[in-house]
């Protein structure tokens, strides 16, 4: 159980991980998942994909296709209005080598 608790405390502290406690879920968050769900997005993906837009995070990335395609739509349509970028995991690694090499370059 100590191991546990360690490697929770490490992942919390992390600057690249984000989560959400049980309790931070507001009636809002649920609604947004709702309203995604009506959408033909599954529960525990729109239940993820909330979370990232919530801990404002820049990228979702997913390679289920056929999700990104559907939160895709749901930009579109302004049905999701905050601002997220959606990726698959080999294009996530792309987008982090172009700023690499930016990063280089300056």
Same mark, same amino acid.
Do not use: W
């Given at each position: 159980?100590?191991? &546990?608790?360690?490697?929770? @405390?490490?992942?919390?502290?992390?600057?690249?991980? %984000?989560? =959400? +406690?049980?309790?931070?879920?507001?009636?809002?968050?649920?609604?947004?998942?709702?309203?995604?769900?009506?959408?033909?997005?599954?529960?525990?993906?729109?239940?993820? &994909?909330?979370?990232?837009? @919530?801990?404002?995070?820049?990228?979702?990335?997913? %390679?289920? =296709? +056929?999700?990104?395609?559907?939160?895709?739509?749901?930009?579109?349509?302004?049905?999701?209005?905050?601002?997220?970028?959606?990726?698959?995991?080999?294009?996530?690694?792309?987008?982090?080598?172009?700023?690499?090499?930016?990063?280089?370059?300056?």
């Amino acid at each position: 159980m100590y191991r &546990l608790m360690q490697s929770l @405390d490490k992942l919390r502290s992390s600057p690249f991980l %984000n989560y =959400v +406690e049980p309790g931070g879920m507001t009636e809002g968050f649920f609604k947004s998942v709702m309203d995604y769900v009506k959408r033909q997005i599954d529960f525990i993906d729109a239940a993820h &994909l909330r979370t990232a837009i @919530d801990t404002d995070c820049d990228y979702f990335v997913t %390679n289920d =296709v +056929e999700l990104r395609m559907r939160a895709q739509r749901l930009l579109c349509d302004h049905t999701i209005k905050e601002r997220i970028s959606l990726a698959s995991a080999s294009g996530f690694r792309e987008v982090i080598e172009k700023a690499n090499n930016l990063k280089n370059k300056m």
